[in-house]
């Protein structure tokens, strides 16, 4: 295995994954990307992450030097076969919430790592069992934690996270955002 760290250029603009891999000890510079986030109709709805991950680091590809890798990212929520994105204003996370409710879901994270000679893709997958959520618990938490930047309205990081969620099932990073074992783990074999 390398004793050195590899430099990451980070195409993701969430500030959570910006401090998992600062905490994982890699040197990293944000390459800004902007995709269009749409996906082939046809594709199944558990392999959206890593297709998007995959055009996130196809965007940001001419930043990509030898002594460089591209760590690209995506997240969803999904639960029934529908997948909830970052909600859109204050009654579409209600409306999020209410639904993830009493329920289990699962958050996927998909990842692609490009090197000039290698690409890397993969997708971690957990589990969330909720809590059943009062209308006044999710006014709170929506009033008091803004969740318009989170797939799914929430982050298991806050309130949230504390109080309303009964189990998790797989890794708890990669409910934040970024699957960090595995990450690394494929990061040290670039």
């Given at each position: 295995m390398k004793t050195q760290k590899p430099i990451i250029l980070l195409a993701s603009k969430s500030p959570?994954?910006?401090?998992?891999l600062s905490e994982l000890g890699f040197e990293f510079e944000v390459v800004e990307q902007n995709i269009d986030e749409t996906f082939p109709e046809d594709l199944s709805k558990e392999d959206?992450?890593?297709?998007?991950?995959?055009?996130?680091?196809a965007s940001v590809q001419h930043h990509l030097t030898n002594d460089k890798i591209i760590l690209a990212s995506d997240t969803i929520v999904l639960m029934n076969n529908?997948?909830?994105?970052?909600p859109k204003d204050y009654t579409d996370a209600v409306n999020?919430?209410?639904?993830?409710?009493?329920?289990?879901?699962?958050v996927i994270t998909g990842v692609c790592l490009l090197g000039t000679n290698k690409e890397v893709t993969f997708s971690v997958h957990s589990k969330v069992h909720f809590s059943v959520l009062t209308n006044d618990e999710i006014d709170?938490?929506?009033?008091?934690?803004?969740?318009?930047?989170?797939?799914g309205a929430y982050a298991i990081?806050?309130?949230?996270?504390?109080?309303?969620i009964k189990k998790i099932e797989g890794s708890y990073n990669n409910i934040v955002g970024l699957p960090t074992q595995r990450v690394y783990?494929?990061?040290?074999?670039?």
């Open positions: 959570r994954r910006r401090q998992l959206v992450p890593a297709h998007l991950a995959q055009k996130k680091a529908s997948i909830y994105h970052k999020i919430l209410k639904e993830l409710s009493g329920n289990v879901h699962e709170f938490y929506i009033n008091n934690f803004k969740p318009y930047d989170k797939a990081q806050e309130w949230i996270g504390l109080a309303k783990e494929e990061l040290m074999l670039f």
